[in-house]
């Protein structure tokens, strides 16, 4: 039976995080929503945690893959869901956040929107909040930041058959890539909808360069200001670390 909702879950030697994770979805889990996990051959004890929650698990999938973005495509052809969602094994859903997207998904006009976002917050790895990321989609901004909280974003499963899958040259910024290939018509949710763990390799130089890489090769704005965002963004990176230590 066709879902509404698909939350695809990308998993490798997560047992730290992945049981906190999928209690969040388990404790709001409807007919509707459709769970798949999509496992690289780990070799800890996530597979363990995995068949701990197999009868509320839809989709099962444990092979050698090349990278995050590989499973998420993996993900999406084997996902019934109209709507499908990105969550990663150490974040997980705030209470009631699901019936925050039944509520919109219910009262919204849904003709033509590509992806709904919503908020997050941003926590410690003790779980400390430290502050709400996600602001609304807007083409100008997005195509100098990723601003949008993507782990929280539903995507219209019709986007996918428009734009097809995730650039697997990209290792660490191809849902940027991605969402940039097109002009979004976009919902937004004003609500934090997940806990999203700092610690990403999103926020790293790494991931502030291959962000850089993914502007260039979208010619999303000018080489020069390009440039200039990274440097801001590597200042900004050792700016939060020489806090942190102090």
């Given at each position: 039976?066709?879902?509404?909702?698909?939350?695809?879950?990308?998993?490798?030697?997560?047992?730290?995080?992945?049981?906190?994770?999928?209690?969040?979805?388990?404790?709001?889990?409807?007919?509707?929503?459709?769970?798949?996990i999509?496992?690289?051959?780990?070799?800890?004890?996530?597979?363990?945690?995995?068949r701990?929650?197999?009868?509320?698990?839809?989709?099962?999938?444990?092979?050698?893959?090349?990278?995050?973005?590989?499973?998420?495509?993996?993900?999406?052809?084997?996902?019934?869901?109209?709507?499908?969602?990105?969550?990663?094994?150490?974040?997980?859903?705030?209470?009631?956040?699901m019936?925050?997207?039944?509520?919109?998904?219910?009262?919204?006009?849904?003709?033509?929107?590509?992806?709904?976002?919503?908020?997050?917050?941003?926590?410690?790895?003790?779980?400390?909040?430290?502050?709400?990321?996600?602001?609304?989609?807007?083409?100008k901004?997005?195509?100098?930041?990723?601003?949008?909280?993507?782990?929280?974003?539903?995507?219209?499963?019709?986007?996918?058959?428009?734009?097809?899958?995730?650039n697997?040259?990209?290792?660490?910024?191809a849902?940027?890539?991605f969402?940039?290939?097109?002009?979004?018509?976009?919902?937004?949710?004003?609500?934090?909808?997940?806990?999203?763990?700092?610690?990403?390799?999103?926020?790293?130089?790494?991931?502030?360069?291959?962000?850089?890489?993914?502007?260039?090769?979208?010619?999303?704005?000018?080489?020069?200001?390009?440039?200039?965002?990274?440097?801001?963004?590597?200042?900004?990176?050792y700016?939060?670390?020489?806090?942190?230590?102090?």
């Amino acid at each position: 039976m066709k879902k509404i909702i698909s939350i695809i879950i990308a998993t490798y030697n997560a047992e730290k995080t992945l049981e906190r994770c999928l209690s969040s979805i388990v404790a709001q889990k409807k007919d509707q929503l459709e769970l798949l996990i999509i496992d690289g051959c780990s070799t800890d004890r996530t597979m363990d945690i995995v068949r701990n929650f197999a009868d509320s698990i839809d989709v099962v999938v444990s092979q050698t893959d090349k990278g995050i973005y590989d499973a998420w495509n993996k993900g999406i052809r084997l996902a019934t869901g109209k709507w499908i969602m990105f969550l990663g094994a150490d974040d997980y859903l705030l209470v009631d956040s699901m019936d925050v997207y039944w509520s919109y998904l219910t009262n919204h006009i849904l003709e033509g929107v590509d992806i709904i976002t919503a908020q997050s917050k941003l926590v410690d790895a003790k779980g400390k909040y430290l502050r709400v990321l996600g602001n609304p989609y807007n083409i100008k901004e997005f195509r100098r930041y990723m601003k949008i909280s993507h782990g929280s974003t539903l995507h219209n499963r019709k986007l996918f058959d428009e734009l097809g899958d995730f650039n697997l040259s990209f290792k660490i910024c191809a849902d940027y890539e991605f969402l940039l290939r097109k002009n979004l018509n976009a919902g937004y949710i004003e609500t934090p909808t997940i806990a999203m763990q700092v610690g990403g390799v999103s926020n790293t130089i790494r991931g502030l360069w291959e962000s850089f890489k993914v502007k260039r090769y979208c010619k999303s704005i000018p080489l020069l200001l390009n440039v200039y965002y990274l440097i801001k963004g590597i200042i900004g990176y050792y700016m939060r670390k020489i806090k942190i230590i102090n």
